[in-house]
């Protein structure tokens, strides 16, 4: 993972490339995208605590189906604070979900219109229409697979 321990814990963000028992995987849509769930620091959590409260809170996730299983890197993004654009960094982890895929909640308050399990065999669709800072996201994960991606731009 890049280190990302010289940056602003206010620049820092932290989220989950969550795949169920069917080996769906977790998409969120906001803002006219696709997206992985992630989001800022409470004050006193690290990396990993900010990253599974994040998950619950967009996608109405139940906690205790939902686990870590390890870090996979950071990515950076441009976001939009008080008119201002702002470099910020996402460290991403590689999560398991054992729970009831069918109770999935967006988190409205937060922009998120939609919460959807996807079949890998439609992952290209899904990220040609994604937030670009998560293709590596996928790339990284499926390389350690020794699968390879063939977006359509």
């Known amino acids: 993972?890049?280190?990302?321990?010289?940056?602003?814990?206010?620049?820092?963000?932290?989220?989950?490339?969550?795949?169920?028992?069917?080996?769906?995987?977790?998409?969120?849509?906001?803002?006219?995208?696709?997206?992985?769930?992630?989001?800022?620091?409470?004050?006193?959590?690290?990396?990993?605590?900010?990253?599974?409260?994040?998950?619950?809170?967009?996608t109405g996730l139940d906690i205790n189906n939902l686990h870590i299983k390890k870090p996979l890197l950071s990515t950076g993004y441009k976001s939009f604070v008080n008119g201002k654009t702002v470099n910020k960094r996402a460290a991403w982890f590689l999560m398991s979900y054992e729970g009831n895929e069918s109770n999935l909640v967006p988190q409205y308050d937060e922009g998120i219109e939609e919460v959807v399990w996807v079949d890998f065999s439609n992952i290209e669709y899904y990220l040609s229409q994604s937030r670009k800072y998560i293709i590596p996201v996928f790339d990284y994960h499926l390389q350690k697979l020794n699968t390879k991606l063939k977006l359509v731009s």
């Open 1 to 58: 993972m890049k280190s990302i321990e010289n940056i602003s814990r206010d620049l820092i963000t932290a989220g989950g490339l969550v795949i169920n028992k069917d080996s769906k995987v977790l998409f969120i849509y906001r803002k006219n995208k696709w997206d992985l769930p992630k989001g800022k620091l409470d004050e006193g959590e690290n990396l990993e605590e900010a990253a599974i409260r994040e998950v619950v809170e967009e």
